[in-house]
């Protein structure tokens, strides 16, 4: 069975940085596309950075709102993903989601929530003075 587990938020300062880390477990995840997703009470699920796991690496596809501050990369342990945050801003504040699609996605489904079958429980991020 398939299994997603993130770690690394907390509490950071404008300005700060955090470093999250995802760890899939139970399956092949060759081809499928690992993301990270965000939300907030009363909003919907945000698309933030994800990527199809390939040739040993990982593309990485970023929403407008972090590009530039956020990476995607290949963790050092098999089949993780950590999101590198920099010049973190208070609206960067929710929960974070890690999430692992059942199956190969094209580079327009990256970003939709409803194509990934396995979500980790989340960890939550704070960005506030």
């Known amino acids: 069975q398939v299994q997603v587990q993130e770690s690394g938020g907390g509490w950071v300062q404008p300005g700060g940085s955090l470093r999250l880390s995802c760890a899939a477990s139970?399956?092949?995840?060759?081809?499928?596309?690992m993301a990270w997703f965000r939300q907030v009470p009363g909003k919907e699920r945000e698309f933030v950075a994800g990527?199809?796991?390939?040739?040993?690496?990982?593309?990485?596809a970023y929403a407008n709102s972090v590009k530039g501050r956020f990476t995607l990369s290949r963790g050092n342990a098999k089949n993780t993903v950590e999101l590198q945050m920099s010049s973190l801003k208070p609206e960067d504040t929710a929960i974070y989601y890690c999430?692992?699609?059942?199956?190969?996605?094209?580079?327009?489904?990256?970003?939709?929530?409803?194509?990934?079958?396995?979500w980790g429980q989340g960890t939550q991020v704070t960005v506030s003075s």
């Open positions: 139970g399956g092949t995840f060759s081809s499928r596309t």
């Open positions: 990527g199809k796991w390939s040739g040993g690496g990982i593309m990485p």
């Open positions: 999430a692992a699609s059942g199956s190969s996605l094209i580079t327009s489904e990256t970003g939709r929530p409803s194509r990934y079958d396995y």
